[in-house]
């Protein structure tokens, strides 16, 4: 996992015209090259449907390399030396004539190809048979996808299904891209390589833990999808449940990619059902209406641009989840994540639980058990809250909570921070699997979360309104008040 040199590889990437493609991956491949992390000989062919000149093609593409990356990491030498790696075909992806194309673009080489499917799931096994009966892959072919893989169990097992006819497990590269950010992988090594907290996670230490993520946007240009899913597909489904997996699973027996995807497995095996009775209390749906982010009015969900205005779409979820095992009985997690809240922001909270005898004054009782707090972005960190005791001969042994604070921008200040795509397509052309999501994996999880949206169906009841710009619907903190406990704000 140490090994830094770039492997000289192929990328055939379909949809390359497409939003993800330009704001993302070539963005994510342009910043490789400028660290020199695309080996020689590495080549790229963009494909899409519209006929366009390969010219034509680079020219957009440096356009929008010089919009995504920003002036401060744009050199338009590096760029030049991207472009002059990337070919274009045009291509109707279920056209399988049209892949001879593809094929003669390969030619003969060895050396691995990787194709990424940045399109409609439908099209991952149209793509992939299509590509095999050309000739264009091999065992060592990987492929990469994208969420969402399906929209239930059954409709992500026929999605996987399709490419399992062509691909092994072992080929395929599921993509969560909250798995590439730095802060999500520092969650691996803040729990298997501090024993400190490896002795402390788990049921005798931890009362309760919180997961955040919290979007200031909307939907803006998304309706038609997002309404289809609902933010209980969209997020939780995946970012929130590996994020959940990583808080919660037993350590692996060594950093491979099968020993940490078999631990998760095991969390996602554990999550307890929701049963009927137990919704009101352990689950919230949202949707917002208009009001104010930042100071700036904002228009509710059933006002965007394409809404339908009966729609019933959640576009905030909070859940309390317990999971059935000996590490976590008893420790309830409680999740939330929503569109329109007040800002950007997504963190992680293990609250400890207080010492086992209290001997200091009894009118500071109240005051703050230990908590570690992750910050995943923005401002990327860990604060640990401890008590300490005031300073001054006349505090006797009064306490204040202070924090032990690590902000990642400011201890690795020479270091960027990459973003998830780039990590991502490096572990790719490295034939690492540890931060994609296996099959089960995927499977587990909408069983999981099947249940709940099962429920929500039979319920028949509407989500909650909340306005734009607040912390979602009142409810959503009637979940965690009930037991005793309140959303962590940082004072
Ligand atoms: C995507 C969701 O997977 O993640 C989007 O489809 C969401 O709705 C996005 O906005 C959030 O990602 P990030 O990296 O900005 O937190």
Avoid at 295 to 314: F, I, K, M, W
Avoid at 397 to 404: A, D, F, H, S, T
Avoid at 431 to 436: A, E, I, P, V
Wanted: with cysteine; aromatic share 8%; net charge negative.
């Amino acid at each position: 996992m140490s090994d830094n040199h770039p492997t000289r590889c192929d990328l055939m990437l379909f949809g390359a015209l497409g939003d993800l493609a330009q704001r993302k991956l070539f963005p994510a491949l342009y910043q490789l090259e400028r660290a020199n992390l695309l080996a020689p000989g590495s080549r790229i062919l963009a494909v899409a449907r519209p006929a366009q000149e390969p010219d034509a093609v680079r020219r957009q593409l440096q356009e929008s390399l010089r919009r995504h990356v920003g002036p401060a990491e744009f050199d338009a030498a590096v760029a030049d030396a991207f472009l002059a790696r990337v070919a274009y075909q045009s291509l109707d992806f279920r056209d399988a004539e049209g892949y001879a194309s593809l094929r003669e673009w390969r030619g003969d080489e060895s050396h691995p190809l990787i194709v990424y499917m940045a399109t409609p799931p439908s099209m991952y096994g149209v793509i992939g048979r299509h590509l095999k009966q050309a000739g264009c892959c091999d065992p060592h072919t990987r492929v990469v996808v994208e969420k969402p893989i399906g929209h239930d169990l059954a409709s992500s097992r026929a999605i996987n299904d399709a490419l399992g006819e062509v691909f092994d497990e072992s080929q395929l590269f599921r993509i969560d891209h909250y798995l590439g950010k730095e802060t999500v992988q520092n969650l691996i090594a803040l729990r298997f390589a501090n024993n400190l907290f490896a002795s402390q996670w788990n049921q005798d230490h931890i009362s309760h833990v919180e997961i955040t993520v919290a979007e200031s946007v909307g939907i803006e240009g998304r309706w038609g999808y997002f309404d289809q899913a609902g933010q209980i597909r969209d997020m939780v489904q995946n970012h929130l449940l590996q994020l959940l997996c990583l808080i919660a699973m037993d350590p692996p027996a060594d950093l491979s990619a099968d020993s940490l995807r078999d631990e998760k497995v095991k969390v996602l095996k554990a999550l307890k059902p929701i049963t009927p009775d137990r919704m009101e209390s352990h689950v919230v749906r949202g949707q917002y209406t208009a009001g104010t982010i930042q100071g700036r009015p904002v228009p509710g969900y059933l006002e965007e641009e394409g809404a339908n205005r009966g729609s019933g779409t959640e576009t905030f979820v909070a859940l309390k989840v317990e999971i059935d095992n000996w590490r976590w009985s008893g420790v309830p997690f409680y999740i939330r994540t929503g569109k329109r809240l007040p800002e950007k922001l997504s963190q992680i909270i293990i609250h400890f639980k207080p010492a086992p005898h209290y001997i200091f004054d009894p009118d500071q009782r109240h005051l703050a058990n230990n908590k570690l707090v992750i910050r995943l972005q923005p401002d990327e960190g860990m604060s640990l809250k401890i008590l300490v005791k005031e300073q001054g001969l006349d505090k006797g042994m009064r306490l204040r909570p202070r924090p032990l604070e690590l902000t990642f921008s400011e201890t690795f200040e020479a270091e960027r921070i990459p973003d998830a795509y780039e990590r991502l397509l490096w572990e790719v052309m490295k034939g690492n699997q540890y931060l994609f999501v296996r099959r089960d994996e995927v499977e587990y999880a909408w069983r999981w979360i099947d249940q709940v949206i099962r429920h929500w169906r039979d319920a028949g009841e509407p989500p909650k309104r909340y306005p734009a710009g607040s912390w979602g619907p009142v409810a959503s903190i009637a979940l965690i008040t009930r037991d005793g406990r309140s959303w962590y704000e940082d004072a």
